[in-house]
């Protein structure tokens, strides 16, 4: 059984940084890909960032060149690292994997970004 634990959101103030962290417990084995999303209140939950196994990346337009993910296999993590944080980046991230045709998701973590 896979599981996710996300850490690092927080209040921060607009032009601010965060870095989160998501902690994989279970196989590592197969993993096709890791992400992190957001949902903000009364939006729907958007995909903000990816890396593949192979280490491929793509990210949300609204966040391209202000975030960044990584992964660390060693420490099972993966990070995002946000910068210029904007208001509008306010809403609970989740961290998610795709393993062997199922998706698995973190509880999330709630980010803050005041104005």
């Known amino acids: 059984q896979v599981q996710l634990v996300e850490s690092g959101g927080g209040l921060v103030q607009g032009g601010g940084s965060l870095r989160l962290s998501c902690v994989i417990s279970?196989?590592?084995?197969?993993?096709?890909?890791k992400g992190w999303y957001r949902q903000a209140p009364g939006k729907q939950r958007e995909l903000v960032a990816r890396?593949?196994?192979?280490?491929?990346?793509n990210y949300a337009d609204s966040v391209k060149g202000r975030f960044t993910i990584s992964r660390d296999n060693a420490k099972r993590t993966v990070y995002l690292q946000m910068n210029s944080l904007k208001p509008e980046d306010t809403a609970v991230y989740y961290c998610?994997?795709?393993?062997?045709?199922?998706?698995?998701w973190g509880q999330g973590t709630q980010v803050t970004v005041s104005s």
């Open positions: 998610t994997l795709s393993r062997l045709g199922d998706d698995y």
């Open positions: 279970g196989s590592m084995s197969s993993i096709d890909a």
């Open positions: 890396i593949t196994g192979s280490g491929s990346t």
